[in-house]
């Protein structure tokens, strides 16, 4: 079945940088975009950005242009989402979300998140 | 940037009540809005598209509506497993996704 499987929790200090992975399986990786979504704790969702795995073609929200990399490794389905310049701010959950078939710009599969916490 | 508005942010129904949650664009989007579900714990699920387009395996209870600025969101009969916090997201660029704030919805 379709499945994102994300990398484990993280505890950094601020000004760190954080990588999160985010492992697709079950369908044609290089046919969906990945989206980025951020959740701070009793928050809302936050969405971070895309990347289109077929090219390596990203776009950032705004918020986050210049502090997030997102790349991805076609030969193991895995995309990656790296944040620099940690603040506690950051502390979130951090989900990768593919992009649908019938739309790349809705997420129709969620990865289980992967908790960031930033703290000296 | 267009910015979305969700209301009521949260709201108390019984079993079987019929639910609304609405969701305002500042600027038309046409019928570039989803939404999704996110139960206690849990991570976001994918419910709607194009408005009123239900994904795969999304019971028939839930529906939406709307276009331009103004969208809805109905549960037509609210069941325990409905609770959870729905968020709307609108995709007309695909530079600038956004979503709203969120709605919680309870069991009274």
């Known amino acids: 079945q379709v499945q994102l499987v994300q990398s484990g929790a993280e505890v950094k200090k601020p000004g760190a940088s954080v990588k999160v992975s985010c492992k697709a399986s079950?369908?044609?990786?290089?046919?969906?975009?990945m989206h980025w979504v951020r959740q701070a704790p009793g928050q809302g969702l936050e969405w971070m950005g895309w990347?289109?795995?077929?090219?390596?073609?990203?776009n950032y929200a705004q918020k986050f242009q210049g502090r997030v990399t997102m790349t991805r490794d076609t030969s193991i389905s895995t995309a990656y989402m790296e944040l620099s310049r940690l603040r506690s701010d950051d502390t979130a959950m951090f989900y990768c979300?593919?992009?649908?078939?019938?739309?790349?710009?809705?997420?129709?599969?969620w990865g289980q998140g992967t908790t960031v916490t930033v703290s000296s | 940037d267009i910015q979305m508005t969700q209301s009521p942010s949260s709201l108390s129904a019984s079993v079987g009540d019929r639910v609304t949650i609405t969701c305002r664009a500042s600027q038309g989007i046409g019928n570039y809005l989803a939404w999704y579900q996110q139960g206690p714990g849990k991570v976001p699920k994918l419910l709607i598209y194009?408005?009123?387009t239900l994904q795969s395996g999304v019971p028939s209870r839930f529906s939406g509506s709307g276009s331009g600025t103004d969208f809805t969101l109905t549960i037509s009969s609210l069941q325990p497993e409905d609770v959870a916090t729905y968020y709307c997201?609108?995709?007309?660029?695909?530079?600038?996704?956004?979503f709203g704030g969120g709605t919680k919805v309870e069991i009274k």
């Open positions: 079950g369908y044609t990786f290089t046919g969906y975009y």
């Open positions: 990347i289109n795995p077929n090219n390596g073609g990203t």
């Open positions: 194009a408005t009123f």
């Open positions: 979300a593919r992009g649908g078939a019938a739309t790349a710009l809705v997420m129709d599969v």
């Open positions: 997201q609108r995709y007309d660029s695909a530079l600038a996704l956004t």
